[in-house]
């Protein structure tokens, strides 16, 4: 953490030097109004080249602190009227009054309304970036945000991995600003995930699409995820504390408006929740990183800039016991363990992206982008469980009610790894954009190259029955001793592979207005191709989406997209459940049908949305895989084909005045066939089904070949619903509420290492509910002194968290044991109880 301090301060002292200048501060006031004298609400006041503004009241006043001692141009816009601007001049401290008359616009609308409505053809939703830096989380915020949109579901507020539509963790694509960004490779649960990549602090920018998006986007199944940090227009920072660890940011721009600078620096440690899962121990989680985007304009021509990142995640724990009760009322168990040893985890990532962007001609940019991303992991545990179940007792009214009252079995297990990993990814890309007034012509090549160095050795032991310990070569008092020399491991692997890649891809788009009689139309088509020299394998996925909007009173757009989308293989999909590499896995093949419809009304003289979308996937070529936790075993090999189709529904708008909220429902069933799964069963003459072990007949009298054909994927999540409310009190608005409700329906789960087909029980239901409160302590309305430091401070927040509000017991994962009888048991591990946070927020 030092180390990471000394380079903020190094990156900071000099940038905020640049703005030393700009602190001295005038007021302009004044109000807004119609050409018939009606004051108009939400004006726009804003300053050209600095950023923030203000929106006017309901009697169209407001109050703007603008830069003193310089010239500036004061812009009043409002949909629907033409821009106003203005040329003041003010000493510091001075204050002036302007009185403004807008008149009603006969052009287009400004370019962000223009931008919004062009999305609003496309599959993608725009998401207010402010949200993510308010909503309750324990995980990233802008993950937080994505787990309660239509289509998306996440079982674990620990992890901010998420799943879309029936795909998993790995088909989701993520870009900042254009970057593409990865996720570590040795992650096995929440808790040692640490920080995501995103800065919330730093987001200017979220688009977001479940499906059915552009070729421009990447060779990925499931969803994309659009970030663009902001561009600074002038000083400021922000800073956060909690219980969970603190944050904070700087960005500027230089006086001659060419260099431009934004820096965050984070800092997690999630000691405090993991304290309260049931396993206790000694927990030693540090997780923090750096992140930089630098920007110079050499002209208006030609813009370099640089993002960089450092972030560095440590975990380690040194567990000493765990109980945990289950079953039910009627066959209740408590599973006593006792631990000894340790694990610890180290992921250090490392990304710089240098892009260059080249303005020929007005409507034209070309964008040259070059990348390169590392990380070094090592996962080392040695863990040795000694563990004890006993029966509870179960009567009401029995002195002994809630204790063990029958040992059911005893046993130990010990887990050793030393798992190590390093990967580099290099990138050179071109991008450009041609916009031909009724046409939008983009293209893009890529070439990656990839190094990768595996080194696995990771084994388990299970004691639970004496099956796992060698035999000696008699026995006493046994007439027939079975001589066992050998140690038996229930898994074990130890795998060392390296290996470099190179691929190439290519797309092109282009989009085009067009009208069907009186409805205007508009139509996205693309193509993407790309090539693996592992495979040796070339695709070809076309997609095009198209929107017509019908001439109706109510505003109301159809949409239906197309696509094919295939993902090649990355790592994770070549290593099998042994950890062998298989270089001849295809890509996994998806094709989207998605119908939607969004319709923008207004009820309670307030802006809505209605979105709903309804979608069918065919799968082809798919890799099985289970799920632990967030860590995804591959199969190693295109085993399966399979089908995935819903119904999403959404509306937000502004159910309480001047602030969004959103609630969605999602409907789902995915599943999928995997070659080769069938098996037999064999009767005996009683035609009792022959269990080794337990049936008193053993003598096979008939055999029946079972195909076990489509069973449901590891994230066939039937339900989903999601709650995000806001409100504050109505003649105080200093004072804040959000809530954040989520309910997801069961998922499939079953015994390690057993076939897909006996996966046939399920996780119970996830339900959680996060709600936060809000005071501001410094706002618009304060007044300081000249010489007051707080002056400098736009605003101050202090809020109150309270995660897993109703202490609902969600379970992420089981573990497994084995009585002495041989009879397994599946014992929950259970995410957080209830917690509460204390957050302290910062703006200047």
Do not use: C
Not at 20 to 35: R, Y
Not at 183 to 198: M, V, Y
Not at 360 to 383: K, W
Not at 652 to 657: D, R
């Amino acid at each position: 953490m030092r180390q990471l301090f000394r380079i903020l301060i190094t990156i900071l002292l000099p940038l905020m030097a640049i703005s030393a200048n700009a602190q001295e501060k005038a007021i302009v006031f004044g109000s807004v109004s119609d050409e018939q004298g009606n004051a108009v609400e939400y004006a726009n006041i804003a300053v050209i080249g600095y950023a923030g503004g203000v929106a006017t009241n309901s009697r169209g006043r407001f109050e703007l602190s603008v830069p003193a001692s310089i010239e500036l141009t004061l812009v009043v816009s409002f949909i629907g009227y033409e821009k106003q601007m203005f040329r003041v001049f003010l000493r510091a401290g001075q204050r002036k009054e302007l009185q403004v008359v807008m008149k009603v616009s006969a052009e287009e609308l400004p370019d962000v309304e223009i931008i919004d409505k062009q999305i609003r053809h496309t599959n993608l939703q725009r998401l207010d970036p402010k949200i993510a830096t308010e909503i309750p989380t324990l995980s990233g915020g802008v993950e937080s945000i994505i787990k309660t949109l239509p289509g998306v579901t996440s079982n674990n507020e620990l992890s901010s991995q998420y799943s879309v539509r029936g795909g998993n963790f790995d088909e989701n694509l993520v870009y900042v600003n254009g970057i593409e960004i990865y996720r570590p490779f040795l992650i096995r649960s929440g808790q040692q995930e640490g920080l995501s990549f995103i800065n919330s602090a730093l987001v200017g920018s979220i688009l977001f699409s479940a499906g059915g998006f552009e070729s421009k986007y990447g060779d990925k199944m499931s969803s994309v995820l659009d970030i663009q940090y902001k561009k600074p227009t002038a000083f400021g920072g922000s800073f956060q504390a909690s219980l969970l660890g603190a944050q904070a940011h700087v960005e500027g721009i230089s006086q001659n408006q060419r260099f431009s600078y934004l820096t965050g620096i984070r800092y997690k440690t999630n000691s405090y929740i993991l304290k309260s899962l049931e396993t206790e121990g000694d927990y030693k989680p540090n997780f923090a990183d750096v992140q930089a985007l630098f920007s110079y304009r050499f002209s208006p021509k030609v813009e370099l800039s640089f993002l960089g990142n450092f972030a560095r995640n440590s975990y380690k724990v040194k567990p000493s016991s765990r109980q945990t009760e289950f079953g039910t009322v009627q066959e209740a168990y408590r599973l006593n363990i006792y631990f000894e040893g340790q694990e610890l985890d180290r992921f250090e990532n490392y990304m710089g992206a240098l892009s260059l962007d080249y303005f020929p001609r007005e409507n034209m940019r070309l964008q040259f982008i070059s990348s390169a991303f590392q990380t070094r992991e090592s996962e080392t545990f040695d863990i040795l469980g000694e563990y004890w179940i006993g029966r509870l007792e179960n009567q009401i009214g029995e002195e002994q009610f809630g204790e063990v009252v029958e040992a059911q079995g005893v046993g130990s297990f010990l887990d050793h790894a030393r798992n190590y990993l390093q990967a580099s990814v290099f990138n050179i890309e071109h991008k450009g954009f041609f916009d031909l007034s009724k046409h939008y012509l983009q293209w893009g090549v890529r070439y990656q190259h990839e190094i990768i160095h595996d080194k696995l050795n990771e084994w388990e032991l299970l004691d639970s029955a004496g099956y796992t310990i060698p035999e000696p070569p008699f026995t006493v008092g046994d007439p027939f001793p079975v001589y066992n020399p050998q140690l038996e491991m229930y898994s074990a692997i130890r795998t060392d592979t390296s290996f470099h890649s190179n691929r190439y891809s290519a797309f092109i788009q282009n989009s085009w207005n067009f009208r069907l009689g009186e409805a205007n139309g508009y139509l996205i088509a693309g193509l993407r191709a790309s090539y693996w020299d592992i495979n040796k394998q070339f695709i070809l996925s076309p997609r095009a989406t198209v929107s017509l909007k019908p001439n109706w009173k109510k505003d109301i757009l159809f949409r239906f997209s197309a696509g094919y989308y295939q993902q090649p293989p990355f790592y994770r999909e070549l290593r099998d459940l042994q950890g062998r590499i298989n270089p001849s896995v295809r890509a996994q093949k998806s094709i989207h049908f998605v119908a939607g419809m969004d319709w923008d009304f207004i009820a309670w003289n307030r802006p809505f949305k209605f979105v709903t979308e309804a979608y069918y996937k065919i799968l082809d070529d798919l890799v099985p895989y289970t799920i632990d936790n967030v860590r995804i075993r591959y199969y190693g090999d295109n085993l399966s084909k399979g089908f995935a189709y819903g119904l999403d529904l959404k509306v937000n708008g502004e159910f309480i005045k001047g602030i969004e909220s959103w609630v969605s429902l999602s409907l789902l069933k995915t599943m999928e066939d995997i070659k080769g799964d069938n098996y037999w069963e064999y009767y005996n003459e009683a035609g009792e089904i022959i269990i080794p072990g337990y049936t008193e007949d053993p003598v096979a009298a008939d055999s029946v070949q079972i195909f076990p054909g489509y069973i449901p994927r590891p994230t066939d999540q039937h339900l989903h619903f999601a709650l995000f409310f806001q409100d504050y009190i109505p003649r105080n608005p200093t004072w804040k509420m959000n809530i954040t409700l989520i309910f997801g329906s069961s998922l499939p789960f079953g015994p390690p290492d057993s076939p897909k087909y006996e996966h046939v029980y399920r996780i119970p239901p996830y339900r959680r509910v996060d709600i936060g409160f809000s005071k501001q302590l410094i706002g618009g309305s304060s007044n300081f002194g000249p010489k007051n430091p707080l002056k400098y401070i736009k605003s101050a927040w202090i809020s109150l968290e309270v995660f897993n509000l109703f202490q609902i017991a969600n379970t992420i994962s089981y573990i497994w044991v084995k009585d002495k009888d041989g009879k397994e048991y599946a014992v929950p591990n259970y995410l957080t109880p209830r917690l509460i946070n204390l957050r302290l927020a910062v703006t200047f």
